[in-house]
């Protein structure tokens, strides 16, 4: 049996755990096909609530795999009122120790929803724009596996080296 780094078993952990997250994302989605409004009038909304809850824990485990990687392979978080951006960039960025650990397209989606996860944490579930919800429920699962995509990539590229 190969031994893998630790980092790339916390990574797996971390990513089997969003995986998990995600599921909730389409058990909404199936329970917005039912007759909600029939059960309890507020019902539908406390669904999108908790889909926008959930896009928000999913961001925030795929950069939480993001400053483990910073911490442990480029030794440099950053920090400030932009961290949570310069940390996408850094990961977008092939270092003279790594390759790129996010394509292009993964970090641009990140960004997308980093500033949703903003905005949810700070408005009230009752001003939720509904479709954008819906939007961002098939974008966060597509984006979630560009990101699986990424790190696996980058865990074979750095096995290589």
């Known amino acids: 049996?190969?031994?893998?780094?630790?980092l790339f078993i916390l990574l797996d952990k971390e990513l089997n755990d969003i995986v998990r997250e995600s599921n909730y994302l389409l058990s909404a989605q199936d329970a917005l096909h039912k007759d909600l409004p029939a059960v309890h009038p507020q019902l539908d909304q406390i669904v999108y609530i908790a889909m926008a809850s959930t896009i928000?824990?999913?961001?925030?485990?795929m950069e939480k795999c993001l400053q483990r990687i910073a911490a442990n392979v480029d030794e440099f978080s950053?920090?400030?009122?932009?961290?949570?951006?310069d940390l996408i960039d850094q990961m977008e960025i092939a270092?003279?120790?790594?390759?790129?650990?996010?394509?292009?397209d993964t970090a641009n989606a990140l960004h997308i929803f980093r500033a949703f996860r903003h905005r949810e944490r700070n408005i009230y579930g009752s001003v939720l724009d509904r479709q954008r919800i819906l939007?961002?429920?098939?974008?966060?699962?597509?984006l979630l596996k560009a990101f699986r995509d990424d790190i696996s990539k980058f865990e074979r590229a750095m096995g290589e080296e």
Request: net charge negative.
């Open 95 to 104: 270092t003279e120790d790594r390759p790129a650990v996010l394509s292009h």
């Open 135 to 142: 939007a961002l429920t098939e974008d966060a699962l597509a």
């Open 78 to 85: 950053p920090k400030g009122d932009s961290w949570h951006k």
């Open 56 to 61: 928000e824990k999913l961001y925030g485990g």
């Open 1 to 6: 049996m190969i031994s893998r780094h630790p």
